[in-house]
C-alpha cells in the first residue's frame, strides 16, 4: 500500500498559501496550481483527477449555492477487499503516521487529534482547514473551508424542557 506522502505535503502547502475565497470559481485556479484535472463540475460539487501516485487517483469537491466547502483527496491506495486487514492496517497506520510528520514539520503542531481505529489529526490554518483521516481502507487528505468548519464545529443548541 502506497501513501503519497511528497504529494500531500505538496498540496497541504499550496492550500496553505492559495488566496482563498471557497467560491466554486476558485476550484480551476486550484487544480490548475495543483497540476490536477478537473473532471467534471455538478450541482453540489465537482470531481478531480489528481497526480498522487495511489490507486485511485482522484479527489472530490462538495458544496452547494457556489460555494465549497470541502476537497476530500485520496492520498494512499485503497485497499481491496481481497487484501486482509491483517495486512492492511499496519500499512496504513505506518502511513498516517510518516504524513503526520510530515505535515506537523510543515504546518506546525495540530490543532486536534482524534486517536483509535480510524484516526483523524486536524490543523486549523487561516485559508484552509487540514485534516487527515485514516479510514479503514485509505488515508484521506480534506482540505475543508474556515467558515464552514466553524458552522460544522458549533455546539448544538441546548433547548430547556417544557414540562
Known amino acids: 500500500m502506497y501513501v503519497d506522502i ?9 492550500a496553505a498559501e492559495f ?9 480551476e485556479p486550484f487544480c490548475t496550481q495543483a497540476g490536477w ?11 478531480i483527477r489528481t497526480n498522487f501516485h495511489v490507486s485511485r487517483p482522484t479527489a472530490n469537491m462538495f458544496g ?6 470541502w476537497i476530500s483527496i485520496f492520498v494512499s491506495d485503497v ?6 486487514m491483517t495486512v492492511v492496517r499496519p500499512l496504513l497506520i505506518e502511513g498516517f503516521t510518516n504524513l503526520d510528520v510530515a505535515f506537523t514539520a ?16 486536524r490543523w486549523d490554518l487561516p485559508k484552509a482547514v487540514t485534516t ?25 443548541p441546548e ?5
Open 6 to 14: 511528497e504529494g500531500a505535503t505538496r498540496i497541504a502547502r499550496l
Open 19 to 27: 488566496n482563498w475565497t471557497w467560491a466554486v470559481d476558485d476550484l
Open 37 to 47: 484535472e478537473l473532471v467534471e463540475l455538478r450541482h453540489a460539487g465537482g470531481s
Open 64 to 69: 452547494r449555492q457556489h460555494r465549497m466547502d
Open 79 to 84: 485497499a481491496d477487499d481481497a487484501t486482509p
Open 106 to 121: 510543515l504546518l506546525g503542531t495540530a490543532t486536534s487529534a482524534e486517536p483509535g481505529p480510524e484516526a483523524t489529526i
Open 132 to 156: 487527515l483521516h485514516r479510514g479503514v481502507s485509505a488515508i484521506h487528505l480534506r482540505l475543508t473551508s474556515p467558515g464552514y468548519q466553524a458552522w460544522v464545529d458549533e455546539p448544538e
Open 159 to 163: 433547548y430547556e424542557d417544557e414540562d
